[in-house]
Structures are given as structure tokens and as C-alpha cells.
């Protein structure tokens, strides 16, 4: 699906089956730029294609593509071969040298939940949960790693690189000089969305919200044009989730996957994986705060308890 944003501006929905809604970006002036590429799958790059030649365009006319993270929904395409990318430009931000632990591994998963649970959580077509990190999207060549404050030239006008980490470690967000924001998945409807870090995230979001964006594009949905709502009721769930969890572990919960399932109020499926990965990263933060204590075997925490 196609929208016009404005006259240089196209947002590119790709539906993926059994995983939703992922958005490019197509900038279209003298220089041909793409803000990120949808998955390396056959379904997201016949899609890709097909939209981009509904704008006059074929992937080889690409000058540079901008990827917002590495995720493989984001990145994954960059690295796919049966779009020929010609000579474009992979530019994106580089990943630190250390990078924090991700809560949302399979195996970190797996070690938190019951062994007889894991063949419910499979997805609709019966195979595990695809890991997080695409092998596909690790073997890109990038042309340019950006650093935060420098600008990407567009042709008639750039974008200036905002770090936005949190989501993930090499997280961007580009600013364009017309106050359009592409925002990654750093502000979504629906947000929060998953994260690594959720300090690195509120601070983030407080980065994103001085900019006062006209607009902003997300890697998910559609446009989000009332910046100050979205953002504060972002930061009202992130609230109200501090406060159910401590409140579950005030009554004895003293698990992750038990407060995962006081998030689903009891129900098991799919999105005990993504509860999972919300809850591990707010207790991290609320330990960090001095709120609780965590007791751990090595990185997995074995026990929870209120801070005395």
C-alpha cells in the first residue's frame, strides 16, 4: 500500500504475513533514498518491488538506503538478492562495541518458561519464533556509519541523525529540515514497542519530543500526527506498567514469567514472548532505581523482591 506524505515523501506498507505491518519510506528527489527495507523474505521483497515500480522506480535506481536499526523486519531486505540494489548506499548507525544483553534471545526466553509451554508459543505456521537478530542483516556492507548530530544529504535537503536507543542499541531517528520525523520504532500508536533498555528509551523519548516534529513516520502504522499524545500516553504505559509489577511482586510474585503472565491476566499465547521481553526490561530498570532486588544465576534472575 501506498500513502503520499508529501510531494517527495511515499510510505511503503508491506503487510508480512504472520508478523504485520512494517513501513519504508521512499524519498524521491535528485538522490533516490529508502528509510529502511522490510524483511529478507520473498513475500516483503516482491512487495517492495512492486511498490517502488508504482512510483517509477526499480531498485537498482536506488541511491542509498537508511536503516533505522538492524532489526531484520527493518534491515533484513538490504541484504536480500533478488533485489538488486545496483549501487546504493547502505548507511545506518554502527552498533556499540558493547552491546547491552537482550532480553528477547530465544534461548534468554526459554530459560525463563516452562519446557511444555514453549510448543504452545509456536507461531500460526508451527515453527518456533524467529530469532530477533536476521543472520541476513548482519552480512550488510555499509557504505557509511552515521554518528548522532550528522546529516544524510537527500538531494535539495537532508536529514539530520538523531541516536535514539532503547528499542535497540544502533536505533536512529532522521529529522528532516521540513519537520517530518522518521522515527523507526522508537515512537509507535501502540507503543511502547519492545525494547533493550528502558532508560536508554525514556531518554530517547524525551530527545524526540524537544524536536516538536510536524509529523511523525513510524516503522509500524500510520503517520503519527499529534506527537504530545502519543508520547505522553507512551510514557503512561511505561508508568502503569512499573506500578502493576511491583504490585504483583508485593503479593509474592517473584518471577518473570509469573509477572508475564499477570500481564496476559493469565492467558496463554503469543504475546507472553513480548510480556516477557516488557517485563524483564522494567525489572532491570526498577533495580536500577533502587525499587527492587533482583537475585540472578549468571544473567537470568533466578528470584524478585522489594527493596527493603
Known amino acids: ?34 528509510i529502511d527495507c522490510g524483511y529478507n523474505s520473498p513475500h516483503s ?13 526499480h531498485p537498482s535506481g536506488v541511491d542509498q538506503i537508511v536503516l533505522t536499526h538492524r532489526h531484520p523486519d527493518h534491515a533484513g531486505g538490504a541484504a536480500g538478492s533478488s533485489l538488486p540494489w545496483g549501487q546504493a548506499r547502505m548507511i545506518a548507525f554502527p ?19 516452562p519446557e511444555s509451554l514453549w510448543s504452545v508459543l509456536l507461531d500460526a505456521n508451527g515453527t518456533a519464533p524467529p530469532p530477533d537478530e536476521d543472520s541476513s542483516a548482519q552480512a550488510i556492507r555499509f557504505d557509511r556509519l552515521v554518528q548522532d548530530g550528522e546529516t544524510v544529504d537527500i538531494g535539495g535537503g537532508k536529514l539530520t541523525v538523531l541516536h535514539t536507543p532503547g528499542h535497540c542499541a544502533d536505533h536512529i531517528s532522521l ?22 533498555c528502558l532508560d536508554s528509551y525514556t531518554n530517547s523519548i524525551g530527545k524526540i519530543a524537544a524536536c516538536q516534529a510536524a509529523a511523525i513516520l513510524p516503522g509500524h502504522g500510520s503517520v503519527i500526527d499529534r506527537q504530545d499524545e502519543t508520547i505522553a500516553r507512551t510514557l503512561n504505559r511505561l508508568e502503569a506498567t512499573d506500578k502493576k509489577l511491583l504490585a504483583a511482586v508485593r503479593r509474592g510474585i517473584d518471577a518473570p514469567f ?51
Open 1 to 34: 500500500m501506498l500513502e503520499r506524505i508529501n510531494d517527495k515523501v511515499t510510505r511503503i506498507s508491506i503487510e508480512e504475513p504472520g508478523r504485520g505491518n512494517v513501513n519504508v519510506y521512499a524519498i524521491v528527489s535528485d538522490i533516490v533514498t529508502l
Open 258 to 308: 509469573g509477572l508475564a503472565l499477570e500481564c496476559t491476566e493469565g492467558r496463554i499465547h503469543r504475546g507472553l514472548l513480548f510480556w516477557l521481553d516488557v517485563v524483564l526490561v522494567h525489572l532491570f530498570s526498577l533495580e536500577r532505581r533502587g525499587d527492587i532486588h533482583l537475585t540472578r544465576s549468571g544473567e537470568i534472575i533466578e528470584s524478585i523482591a522489594l527493596a527493603r
Open 95 to 113: 552498533v556499540p562495541d558493547q552491546l547491552p544483553l537482550s532480553p528477547s534471545s530465544i534461548s534468554t526466553r526459554k530459560r525463563y518458561m
Open 45 to 57: 521483497r516482491s512487495s517492495l518491488h512492486a511498490d517502488l515500480a508504482q512510483l517509477g522506480l
Open 175 to 196: 529529522m528532516g529540515d521540513d519537520g517530518v520525523l522518521f522515527g523507526g520504532d522508537a515512537v509507535l500508536h501502540n507503543g511502547p514497542p519492545a525494547l533493550e
